[in-house]
């Protein structure tokens, strides 16, 4: 069966930099969520999207954004990187309308920034 | 506010014991969903078991059991006889029914010693 899929699965950016997280919800998945887990932490939630439309959001910092596109793909973008930005990234997707809390979880993007 | 806590941060075993990681909720809602998910050291998150709050029977799958009480606001989880590739973090985790956000506990580290 398809996965979540997320790109690139290792990034390293330096300070200051940019980064683009994308994933890859399984198909017909119309709801992304993406938490983040720094080293040693349990995973903390950012944002979510349902049918393009941001519908929950979390501890995301405004250097932060992201969207999901109209293939229920998803990006999220980082910009002014710090070094506390370096996390495992997970994206997650679940179908609307199935029981509450059936998220699939991607294998995660490790961003390192130095 | 959704609170999961795990108090063991960290689980030293030998192998063929039986080992049983806590998790003690908070929240408000009546309706809510409890995860248990596994995290190895290749870092993605596994999916063990997904409990709503209206289902109080406990549950069993091969060496992996789960005793979920309302009363007491606990969902644990035992390993029997353990083995050396359960080493890993386990998480709990609770999502409510108005959110689907996973909010997770600190996560207990398990190891399985030879």
């Known amino acids: 069966a398809a996965g979540v899929i997320q790109s690139p699965r290792h990034l390293i950016k330096e300070k200051r930099e940019t980064a683009t997280l994308k994933c890859y919800p399984i198909?017909?998945?119309?709801?992304v969520y993406w938490y983040q887990q720094g080293p040693g932490q349990d995973p903390q939630f950012l944002i979510s999207f349902y049918e393009k439309m941001q519908s929950d959001k979390g501890s995301i910092p405004d250097r932060f954004s992201a969207q999901q596109f109209s293939d229920y793909h998803s990006e999220l973008n980082m910009s002014s990187l710090e070094l506390g930005d370096s996390a495992l990234y997970f994206c997650a997707s679940s179908l609307s309308g199935t029981p509450l809390g059936e998220q699939y979880f991607g294998p995660g993007t490790r961003l390192t920034v130095t | 506010a959704q609170k999961v806590t795990q108090a063991q941060t960290e689980i030293s075993v030998v192998e063929k014991e039986d080992v049983t990681l806590d998790c003690v909720y908070e929240?408000?809602?009546?309706?809510?969903?409890l995860f248990w998910y596994k995290q190895p050291p290749s870092g993605e998150l596994v999916f063990l078991i997904r409990r709503n709050s209206f289902d109080e029977q406990n549950e069993i799958s091969g060496r992996y059991s789960w005793n979920f009480q309302k009363s007491t606001s606990s969902f644990n989880f035992t390993i029997t006889a353990s083995q050396v590739v359960d080493s890993a973090v386990y998480f709990c985790a609770l999502s409510e029914a108005w959110s689907e956000k996973l909010v997770f506990g600190k996560g207990t580290k398990l190891t399985v010693n030879p």
């Open positions: 929240t408000r809602d009546t309706t809510y969903y």
């Open positions: 198909p017909r998945h119309d709801t």
